[in-house]
């Protein structure tokens, strides 16, 4: 074959017409591109004139060395050995590996975190629900779900020893379902779905290497993970979504597929919208606008937990969270979800709006909705009152910004978090990421269970321009005026209190009566909050309920990253920031060499069209010269066929002669 549209450009080979893998009359060619059928027009020689048309197999070279890999991998199964195919990388987590060549699936190591909290979380709830199927308290609750029509025809309540079925939508490599199953007791059966036909073909290929347990309890599905959820309704004991970015379009679908107090996680990557440096978009995905201010990672998760609060109510559930983290770079939930047509009237007074000082760090919330208890028992439901706040800010008389509608209850369950340290510990030595496990659970565990958002100390004395004071002895005074506090997860400089900010305020004023600062700027805020003498006498002696505990027995709380870039990877197929750079000084310097060439090329051509110019003017010159005597002429190219010099006419005619025959 040896042409082809030339719309076609990627590179190719023809196989023999007589090849084996096709017939006779079929001209096959493997094309090393997307993997795809395509319907061409011959125009080889031989199906030019005949008009038939050939079916060109596209391909991928990702997908033909999956086969490669999966049949090598089969056959190292087979042979009692697991054979790592030529040019692929074995990556191992926990007690699964999976295949890697290059890209082709999206691999992240830092996300061994992820994975390794989703497991302690996956194997407390499976404890808790055999629990709660044996006290009877799981039927009861399905029974309810049935009654009010929420539960899928033919579900049937959990029964003892079972085993829980979970779907992990977007499942890549499959790292994480084989962990699943292989790591876990209690799980029946792991439902591996990918959008990617490719992926998931990889994602056999691994779960052929693996084996055992894997190869028995995952189950690979292509296919959109909105619509496997759909058409499994009430029927996963836990659906895990960890996308590439946003889960927003998840979401509806997924608080569907979750069977009566089954346990839904969601992670979002989607920082940069839910942190407030895109307002519009994160109103336009979760239906909340952010605020960009210290608080803006826990304001992200209450974001996302109002998001699925409010898809939940749609089909009268709602969400009972009982961890919520900001990690990293990404934020990960872990919500139980019930259905109750009672409850779901209640969803209004579980979220709340921010109205946020635009001069100081103050910040003031308010409930989106409120219930009144009359009496005989009766509720009534209200919308929010209001105005929550002044028109201006108590302390430096500037206006507020409004943000949410965000999840306004507890974030965590206290009972989970302590019986998740206690279960981390017993199983140490099979989390490869316990020591920051253990770190962010400790940090969970000392939170102030019912103060939304924190504030940064740091950001407070940047505006009063002083000194920061110890957290332990901030803390301290809020204490010691009566009130609690406590730190953050998701921020080692963030402060949690239910003191009003009139106390906060009074506090660094004693703090800075006691270390001084220089005369601020007139009008500025820090001149207008100082200018106020505070109505507390701060004590800042320590105090017992201000230290943590944590810290007293020496357990970290925030540990560092434990490599240089530990954050998030580039989409599989794609290459990372250094391999772009490597690309682009490499395509750059392609393009440079292949400038050079062409100017050689172009200098080539000019000195050839000069000597050829020079060449047609030496010959008019000597064409004039026998014109005018042909005689002379003659003899000179007689002399010159003996050897003989030429006659010479003039000095600079013979030196012109003698340079021409030594050149």
């Given at each position: 074959?040896r042409?082809?549209d030339p719309?076609i450009?990627f590179p190719?080979?023809a196989l ?29 020689r ?16 990702s997908?033909m060395?999956?086969d490669?890999?999966?049949a090598a991998?089969?056959?190292?199964e087979a042979?009692?050995?697991k ?9 191992t ?6 295949l890697q060549?290059?890209n082709d699936?999206f691999f992240?190591p ?11 979380v ?9 629990k709660?199927?044996?006290?009877g308290?799981?039927?009861k609750?399905?029974?309810?779900a049935?009654?009010a029509?929420?539960a899928?025809?033919?579900?049937k309540p ?12 977007l ?5 994480r379902?084989m962990?699943?199953?292989?790591e876990?007791?209690?799980?029946r059966e792991?439902v591996a ?15 052929a290497?693996?084996?055992g347990a ?5 189950k690979?599905s292509?296919g ?13 004991d ?7 970015g946003?889960p927003?379009k ?13 346990l ?8 940069a919208v ?9 109103y336009?995905?979760y239906a909340?606008y952010p605020?960009?201010?210290?608080y803006?990672h826990e304001?992200?998760?209450r974001?996302?937990?109002a ?7 749609r089909?009268k559930?709602?969400i009972?969270p ?7 770079f990404?934020i990960?939930?872990f919500v139980r979800?019930?259905t109750?047509?009672?409850?779901v009237k209640?969803?209004?007074t579980?979220?709340?709006?921010v ?5 100081c760090?103050s910040?003031?919330w308010q409930?989106?909705g409120r ?9 009534k439901y ?16 500037s ?7 965000f999840?306004?209850?507890p974030?965590h ?9 206690q279960q981390i ?13 253990h ?5 969970v ?7 939304p958002l924190y ?10 321009r ?7 002895v901030?803390?301290s005074?809020?204490?010691n005026?009566?009130y609690?506090?406590s730190?953050?997860h998701?921020n080692?400089?963030?402060i949690k ?21 220089k005369?601020?700027a007139a009008g500025s805020?820090?001149?207008?909050i100082?200018?106020k003498?505070p109505e507390?006498k701060a ?6 309920q ?8 020496g ?10 870039n530990?954050g ?10 250094q391999?772009k ?6 395509a ?7 400038g050079?060439?062409?100017t050689?090329q172009?200098?080539q ?6 000597q050829?110019?020079?060449q047609?003017s030496?010959e008019?010159q000597q064409a004039?010269a026998?014109?005018e005597s042909p005689?002379q002429h003659?003899q000179?190219q007689?002399e010159a066929?003996?050897g003989?010099?030429?006659?010479q006419?003039d000095g ?6 003698k340079?021409?025959a030594?050149a």
């Amino acid at each position: 074959m040896r042409r082809l549209d030339p719309a076609i450009r990627f590179p190719y080979r023809a196989l023999p017409s007589k090849s084996p893998r096709a017939p006779p009359e079929i001209h096959a060619v493997a094309v090393t591109s997307a993997a795809t059928i395509l319907a061409l027009r011959a125009s080889s020689r031989g199906l030019h004139n005949s008009g038939h048309w050939l079916r060109i197999l596209v391909t991928s070279s990702s997908t033909m060395a999956t086969d490669a890999a999966a049949a090598a991998a089969a056959a190292g199964e087979a042979g009692g050995n697991k054979g790592v195919p030529e040019g692929f990388t074995v990556r191992t987590e926990g007690q699964v590996s999976i295949l890697q060549s290059g890209n082709d699936v999206f691999f992240n190591p830092a996300q061994v975190i992820n994975r390794d909290m989703s497991m302690s979380v996956l194997k407390y709830f499976i404890a808790q629900r055999e629990k709660e199927i044996e006290s009877g308290e799981a039927r009861k609750r399905f029974s309810k779900a049935q009654n009010a029509g929420a539960a899928a025809p033919g579900a049937k309540p959990p029964r003892a020893g079972e085993g829980v079925r979970v779907l992990e939508g977007l499942a890549a490599s499959g790292l994480r379902a084989m962990r699943y199953a292989t790591e876990l007791e209690g799980v029946r059966e792991v439902v591996a779905n990918d959008l990617d036909p490719t992926v998931v073909e990889s994602m056999k290929r691994n779960i052929a290497f693996n084996g055992g347990a894997a190869a028995q309890k995952v189950k690979p599905s292509v296919g959109d993970a909105r619509l496997v959820c759909l058409q499994n309704a009430f029927s996963f004991d836990a659906v895990d979504l960890d996308p590439y970015g946003s889960p927003c379009k998840l979401l509806d679908s997924a608080v569907q597929a979750v069977s009566e107090g089954g346990l839904l996680l969601v992670t979002a990557t989607d920082m940069a919208v839910l942190c407030g440096n895109n307002g519009e978009a994160c109103y336009a995905k979760y239906a909340s606008y952010p605020l960009h201010k210290p608080y803006c990672h826990e304001m992200a998760l209450r974001i996302l937990l109002a998001s699925l609060e409010q898809h939940a109510a749609r089909y009268k559930r709602h969400i009972v969270p009982v961890l919520s983290l900001s990690i990293d770079f990404y934020i990960r939930v872990f919500v139980r979800v019930y259905t109750s047509a009672q409850e779901v009237k209640n969803t209004a007074t579980r979220l709340g709006y921010v109205w946020q000082s635009t001069g100081c760090d103050s910040f003031y919330w308010q409930r989106v909705g409120r219930k009144l208890l009359k009496g005989g028992g009766s509720v009534k439901y209200m919308p929010g009152a209001g105005p929550a706040v002044p028109d201006k800010c108590p302390e430096t008389g500037s206006g507020f910004q409004m943000g949410g509608p965000f999840w306004a209850e507890p974030i965590h369950d206290p009972q989970w978090v302590a019986g998740l340290l206690q279960q981390i510990r017993r199983d140490k030595d099979r989390l490869p990421a316990y020591n920051k496990l253990h770190s962010i659970l400790t940090a969970v565990s000392e939170e102030l269970p019912d103060s939304p958002l924190y504030f940064n100390l740091h950001d407070m004395c940047k505006t009063l321009r002083s000194a920061s004071p110890k957290a332990e002895v901030f803390k301290s005074a809020l204490v010691n005026a009566g009130y609690r506090a406590s730190g953050s997860h998701a921020n080692p400089l963030g402060i949690k209190t239910d003191a009003p900010w009139s106390v906060v305020w009074d506090v660094m004023r004693c703090w800075i009566k006691e270390h001084p600062v220089k005369k601020p700027a007139a009008g500025s805020p820090a001149e207008v909050i100082l200018s106020k003498e505070p109505e507390l006498k701060a004590d800042f002696s320590r105090a017992q309920q201000a230290m943590s505990k944590a810290r007293q027995k020496g357990v970290p709380r925030y540990l560092p990253n434990p490599e240089a870039n530990w954050g998030p990877k580039a989409r599989h197929g794609r290459a990372n920031k250094q391999q772009k750079r490597g690309g682009g000084a490499a395509a750059a310097a392609g393009e440079d060499a292949q400038g050079d060439q062409q100017t050689q090329q172009l200098q080539q051509l000019q000195a050839e069209q000069q000597q050829q110019q020079s060449q047609e003017s030496a010959e008019q010159q000597q064409a004039a010269a026998v014109a005018e005597s042909p005689q002379q002429h003659q003899q000179q190219q007689v002399e010159a066929a003996d050897g003989a010099e030429p006659m010479q006419q003039d000095g600079g005619a013979a030196e012109e002669g003698k340079g021409g025959a030594e050149a």
